[in-house]
Nanobody, 124 residues
Framework: QVPLVESGGGLVQAGGSLRLSCRVSGRTVRYMAWFRQAPGKEREFVASIRWSGGHTYYADSVKERFAISRDSAKTTLYLQMNSLKPEDTAVYYC???????????????????WGQGTQVTVSS
């Protein structure tokens, strides 16, 4: 299996920006998404994108600050994160859903392939 590979995490001050990247597998997918998990918390939805049409969906906590996108060749998924807050600190995961339906686009169970995660730390 071709793994998903995330990159771009790091340490940033509050108010700063980071861009995460995820090299996709090449499988035929319906949705791709970013999730995050902070220590002691459940994995939570951040953003998703319908791979063919490009429609995007966001968690309320990141709307107007984060943007999910893909390159035109559909080889890389991105998450542009602006105005970062300390509560954005988490491990961020890229996910592929080969059979995801819209109602499951924000649910981790809607995705069947995951990257290893990349740490994002926002200092106050």
């Amino acid at each position: 299996q071709v793994p998903l590979v995330e990159s771009g995490g790091g340490l940033v001050q509050a108010g700063g920006s980071l861009r995460l990247s995820c090299r996709v597998s090449g499988r035929t997918v319906r949705y791709m998404a970013w999730f995050r998990q902070a220590p002691g918390k459940e994995r939570e939805f951040v953003a998703s994108i319908r791979w063919s049409g490009g429609h995007t969906y966001y968690a309320d906590s990141v709307k107007e600050r984060f943007a999910i996108s893909r390159d035109s060749a559909k080889t890389t998924l991105y998450l542009q994160m602006n105005s970062l807050k300390p509560e954005d600190t988490a491990v961020y995961y890229c996910a592929e859903g080969t059979g995801t339906i819209l109602s499951m686009a924000s649910n981790p169970r809607g995705y069947n392939y995951w990257g290893q995660g990349t740490q994002v730390t926002v200092s106050s």
